[in-house]
């Protein structure tokens, strides 16, 4: 098993310029997640969805939107990036809903948006 | 603000060492998570607390929840530079999913 891989690992936008980010997870999980790590702000939630067709926004989901049509794969994307976007992306995925249960985490991706 | 506050935000120790760091919010759990971050890795869970007041251990890490469910700590005894890494809480005090800010542990052999 793969778990939970990421692509692309390393990107770099000039502002106003789009992209993905493809998340594939190879467990059958329900639930996938989309964060943003920054700095000494830990961990933000940009959206989840709860099952394939479903999406719900978390903490921070402006800039961003998403897409999960199939089971196995969650999509995040930037329409029109901004340099406040710099950051790196996980993807998460997990058997049930979050708070008791476990997060599987993807390596990362590390945007960079001039 | 940030709803759930880790302090210290750093800390650098000598192999030995014992050490405690704490997650603090105003805001009640249901429960609390705990995961260490490697450079250029994802986080991998170490733990889950969920009554108020309980104590885990995990070979030479100890969480404890709060009795009231606000807050939570870890202690490591003897820190080995195997150690290091970001450790972060997270919990989910409504119908959101938050991480704390993350300390940062560097154990110097």
């Known amino acids: 098993n793969a778990g939970v891989t990421q692509t692309p690992k390393f990107r770099v936008l000039k502002t106003g310029q789009s992209m993905t980010l493809l998340c594939a997870q190879d467990m059958n999980h329900e639930y996938m997640y989309w964060y943003r790590q920054d700095p000494g702000m830990g961990l933000r939630l940009i959206h989840y969805?709860?099952?394939?067709?479903?999406?719900a926004k978390g903490e921070v989901p402006d800039g961003y939107n998403v897409s999960r049509l199939k089971k196995q794969n969650f999509l995040l994307g930037l329409e029109s990036a901004a340099p406040s976007q710099t950051s790196v992306y996980f993807c998460?995925?997990?058997?049930?809903?979050?708070?008791?249960?476990?997060?599987?985490f993807g390596p990362g991706t590390r945007l960079t948006v001039l | 603000t940030q709803l759930l506050e880790q302090s210290p935000q750093f800390l650098s120790i000598q192999e030995g060492e014992n050490l405690t760091v704490y997650c603090n919010s105003s805001s009640v759990f249901s429960s609390l998570q705990w995961y260490r971050q490697e450079p250029g890795e994802g986080p991998v869970l170490l733990v889950t607390v969920v009554t108020g007041g309980e104590v885990k251990k995990l070979k030479r890490l100890t969480f404890q929840f709060g009795d009231a469910r606000k807050d939570s700590s870890l202690h490591i005894t003897a820190a080995q530079p195997g150690d290091t890494g970001l450790y972060l809480c997270?919990?989910?005090?409504?119908?959101?999913?938050?991480f704390g800010t993350g300390t940062s542990l560097t154990v110097i052999p």
């Open positions: 998460a995925s997990s058997y049930l809903g979050l708070a008791r249960n476990t997060q599987y």
């Open positions: 997270a919990g989910e005090p409504g119908n959101q999913f938050y």
């Open positions: 969805s709860v099952g394939e067709g479903t999406t």
